[in-house]
């Protein structure tokens, strides 16, 4: 590895991104203490201090700040949304393309501990229309000011059933669901 490009979008305030070995956490590959969106870089990676080896895993964490906004953040594309993504360069060229972690709608059901009675499948809607009106539902109905339900959904997004996808330069994608 020769560089690792760190990104989030307004809300993004420390990235880091953490090297497990064997069950045993390595130094970080990259940390942004004051991440910036506006001053977004690629940071050089020594080769020779980060080796990557079969089995090798990564942990990126990122912390965001959404005091100032009146409105619930959601991940996304959109700038006011939220991700956390880091881009990685190799060489010798590797057949990996990407990998993207993400949860279930399911998961996201029991952790906002909304009904899973909201019939949108029932009458085919897409899961685009589910997502949008369980946005404004958690919006609406979602008390986060209750400690103990954030708790319970925090445990439930950390927890809880994920996909793990993974896609190789051909573009094929290899997917591992993660319980």
Known sequence: MFSAFLHSHLAGRKL??????DGRELDPIAVDEHYDYDYQISRAVDPSKVILLPGDEFILECEYDTSER???????GAASNEMCLAFLSV??????AGCFHMIGLGTALEASRMPWTFGAYEYGKTEAVVHDALVKQAEEEIDWSDANF???FQNKRRFGNAYHLCTERSIELITEVLN
Do not use: E, N, Q
Request: charged share 30%; glycine share 10%.
């Open 16 to 21: 880091r991104l953490r090297h497990i070995r």
């Open 70 to 76: 009146d409105a619930m953040t959601f991940g996304g």
């Open 91 to 96: 060489y010798p060229r590797s057949k990996l």
């Open 150 to 152: 954030v708790k319970h």
